[in-house]
Each structure stands twice: as structure tokens, then as C-alpha cells.
């Protein structure tokens, strides 16, 4: 399954850490990990607007999940957004996990058989010493729509903002 990770550039941000590291580790964990939750929420709302009803189940499963590492040599926060692990639903007999499919919506799928003996490159046929070609119907594959992408793309500086804002309060509470 593909990674895909986003960075951001935290140096407006410095400063305001820099400002966090007397403040007792207690408040400063609550408050990173409400700046994270609150910046990862702007996210999840516009990646969950532009997620066509067709996949409601994957609409019903994005979130976000923070985690905030206080210690010596390394302190840092992050936020996962995307479909979560254990949610789904059976269909008709058939179990549907959005993390399953989640990044075959994001960034779409080639032409591909399915069926039985779905090798249909030579090599892999030789490699794999498989003597039969794949019997069935050939799928035309999915165009991408990368509703993640989109919805991190468009809500950046917003949740830079956010971030800022919520850590400013927490070093205010923090040093009262």
C-alpha cells in the first residue's frame, strides 16, 4: 500500500515552542495535542465534504489521530489523517474496510484482470513460473480523486493558524 506523508514547515511556529518549554509537561502534551486535533479537524471536515457519498462507508471512517512524544532527546507531535483501521461494514456478505481501499480512490488504479492466474505480464509469468494468463474480464481501472490531497492543499495555512492560536492559549495557561 503506498505511504504518502505531509510535512509542514513549523517555523512560525518555532517560537511559540520555544515559549512552551517551562511550561509543565501535563498542560504542554494537553495543549499540542488539542492544536493538533484542531488543525487535523479542518482537514477531516473538507476531506469528508469532497468524498463522494458513493463511498459512504470511507466518508463515515476519516479521521484523525494525535500523538504527542515528551522526552529528553526528542519531543515531537503528529497527526494521522485518513480512514480509520477498524471501521467498516458487511455489504451483502461481504466485509467493506475503507483502509482496504482508501488509496485506490486517493490516487486511482490501472487497467488490471481479474479472476483467476491474474499474471499477465511475461516477466512476472516467468518469475513467478505460473503457466497460465489470467482468465476473466479485464477492469478499466479508476481515475484518481484525491480527496486528502485536496482538502490538505486547501486548509494549510488555516491549520497553521489554528495551531498557532491554540498553543498561544496554552502558554498563556500555562504560565499562570
Known amino acids: 500500500m503506498p505511504r504518502a506523508a505531509i510535512n509542514i514547515d513549523a517555523s512560525a511556529l518555532k517560537g511559540l515552542l520555544n515559549l512552551m518549554e517551562h511550561i509543565n509537561d501535563k498542560v504542554k502534551r494537553a495543549g499540542l495535542k488539542k492544536a493538533l486535533h484542531e488543525a487535523g479537524a479542518?482537514?477531516?471536515?473538507?476531506?469528508?465534504?469532497s468524498v463522494r457519498?458513493?463511498?459512504?462507508?470511507?466518508?463515515?471512517?476519516?479521521?484523525?489521530?494525535e500523538k504527542v512524544?515528551?522526552?529528553?532527546?526528542a519531543q515531537f507531535g503528529y497527526s494521522v489523517i485518513g480512514a480509520g483501521r477498524r471501521q467498516g461494514q458487511k455489504i451483502g456478505g461481504v466485509e467493506r474496510i475503507p483502509t482496504k481501499y482508501a488509496h485506490f480512490v486517493e490516487y486511482g488504479t490501472a487497467a488490471h484482470p481479474t479472476g483467476k492466474n491474474d499474471l499477465t505480464n511475461e516477466i512476472l509469468l516467468k518469475r513467478k513460473g505460473a503457466k497460465a494468463k489470467a482468465q476473466g474480464a479485464i477492469h478499466p481501472g479508476s481515475a484518481p480523486f484525491p480527496f486528502l490531497r485536496r482538502a490538505w492543499d486547501s486548509n494549510k495555512t488555516k491549520a497553521i493558524d489554528v495551531m498557532a492560536k491554540v498553543l498561544h492559549?496554552?502558554?498563556?495557561?500555562?504560565s499562570s
Open 53 to 65: 457519498r458513493k463511498y459512504s462507508i470511507l466518508h463515515d471512517s476519516i479521521g484523525s489521530k
Open 169 to 174: 492559549d496554552t502558554i498563556n495557561e500555562g
Open 42 to 49: 479542518l482537514v477531516v471536515t473538507d476531506a469528508k465534504s
Open 69 to 73: 512524544v515528551l522526552r529528553k532527546g
